[in-house]
């Protein structure tokens, strides 16, 4: 019915009456919860309103009331933008100076506030690129100066805040080019014995997602990243956990040496193959499987495979291949693929023992297999036909018919392994 213009105009009008005010805020608190709602907000001036009634409170109560419009409001991409433009981060890193050094409690509340605000303005692509200024903004270096400060609410929302600049690939090649890697080991160092949860979890984020560019991947290990993030090995804490491994995983991709030396690391590699079995927490057990497989994958080295195979860790990436994710099922095939390639002698027990070539059978089988999937799977076969055993296995199910049916597959790739592989089971049989 049009009241939420209605309201703003009023706002803008009486902004002296207290009274009305008041009462203005209170129903966009009570409106501003709705989705629909916001999208109406956004076509009013209401960033420009609440920042300008923002600047003019002095008590803590009634700062509170506008935080508490604010919030909400914040959650949409374009008042995000609008309260940016609005200038309601001058305002923010103003209280954040003002209380950083109180113990009173209405001023740690008043800068967990601004600082939680400050990184959700950030969450918008375009705020975030504003406030970014190819990295020589006011904002960007005022965050940065919160990463060594003793509060810890703000390290938080320092690490948070670089961990939502860090969303595209130019601006973290930029912020690795000047030094931000080592401003956040610094942090994590803090935080390794009896640290704050928060702030480790935040740090890790920020390091994962700096490690996504190519060109920042070799500048990291060579910063020691991986020591640095090594030392939460033992953290119980399943977003630490599962923070540490994506950031180990981002910087070994197509970097043999490192992967090599992560996958050497007996230590690592048992952990590893603890948290496969994690199974209250599936976002630790995806992310240890995956890290598993990427480790055979980017080293293709026998060493690793042995470290692996002698942790238990075979019997994961072969359960990894049955997995409801295609990108998963895939990266556990090609890792088994190497296997077999690479050491198969070593894996042969442990391959036998998790069923690998019943699991092929089925995924050949099973018409919803996405092309890549049988096609990797296929390649797997032929890798396995080395052994005694699994050869006997393959033999012993009916491959032959299964594999007949793909050469007519509508993937050429899927067509022409198919027909290689009939060839090669024929031979061998």
């Not at 916001?38 to 700062?63: P, W």
């Not at 702030?199 to 060579?222: C, G």
């Not at 080295?301 to 019997?315: E, L, N, R, Y």
């Not at 088994?336 to 089925?362: F, M, N, P």
Request: hydrophobic share 45%; with cysteine; proline share 2%.
């Amino acid at each position: 019915m049009g009241v939420i213009p209605t309201l703003v105009k009023l706002l803008g009008i009486h902004c002296q009456n207290a009274a009305l005010t008041e009462m203005c805020l209170v129903a966009f608190g009570n409106l501003a919860e709705l989705e629909s709602s916001k999208e109406q907000f956004a076509s009013t001036n209401i960033a420009e309103e609440l920042v300008k009634l923002f600047k003019k409170q002095i008590e803590h109560d009634k700062r509170e009331m506008i935080f508490e419009v604010l919030a909400p409001l914040a959650e949409n991409d374009a008042i995000k933008l609008q309260l940016v433009e609005a200038g309601l981060v001058e305002c923010l890193l103003e209280i954040v100076q003002q209380k950083v050094d109180s113990d009173k409690e209405d001023d740690i509340a008043e800068l967990k506030t601004a600082s939680d605000l400050m990184v959700l303005l950030l969450l918008g692509d375009e705020s975030m690129q504003k406030l970014f200024e190819g990295g020589k903004g006011n904002v960007f270096q005022r965050v940065l100066s919160w990463i060594p400060s003793n509060n810890h609410q703000l390290q938080l929302a320092g690490a948070l805040a670089i961990a939502n600049f860090a969303r595209n690939d130019g601006n973290c090649i930029h912020m690795v080019d000047n030094g931000i890697v080592e401003k956040l080991m610094d942090l994590l160092g803090r935080h390794v014995e009896e640290g704050n949860v928060t702030v480790q979890h935040a740090a890790l984020s920020a390091l994962r997602n700096l490690a996504i560019p190519v060109v920042n991947k070799a500048k990291m290990l060579s910063a020691g990243v991986t020591e640095a993030v090594l030392k939460f090995l033992k953290s119980e804490m399943p977003p630490v956990q599962f923070k540490l491994l994506g950031t180990l995983r981002m910087l070994i991709d197509a970097q043999a040496e490192a992967a090599e030396q992560l996958g050497k690391n007996v230590k690592l590699v048992e952990r590893l193959v603890e948290w496969c079995e994690a199974k209250d927490h599936a976002g630790v057990m995806g992310e240890s499987n995956r890290l598993l497989s990427a480790l055979i994958r980017h080293s293709k080295s026998k060493d690793v495979i042995k470290t692996i195979v002698q942790s238990g860790g075979i019997k994961h990436l072969v359960t990894m291949a049955t997995s409801e994710h295609v990108i998963m099922q895939n990266e556990a095939l090609v890792a088994l693929a190497l296997i077999a390639a690479l050491e198969l002698g070593t894996a042969e027990k442990d391959l036998e023992s998790a069923k690998l070539v019943q699991i092929l059978h089925k995924l050949l089988a099973d018409e919803r297999s996405a092309p890549e999937i049988k096609y990797n799977s296929m390649v797997l076969i032929c890798a396995l036909m080395g052994s005694e055993s699994l050869h006997k296995e393959v033999q012993d199910l009916a491959f032959l018919d299964v594999i007949s049916k793909l050469r007519s597959h509508e993937n050429k790739s899927v067509a022409q392994q198919a027909s290689l592989t009939e060839q090669r089971l024929t031979v061998e049989s």
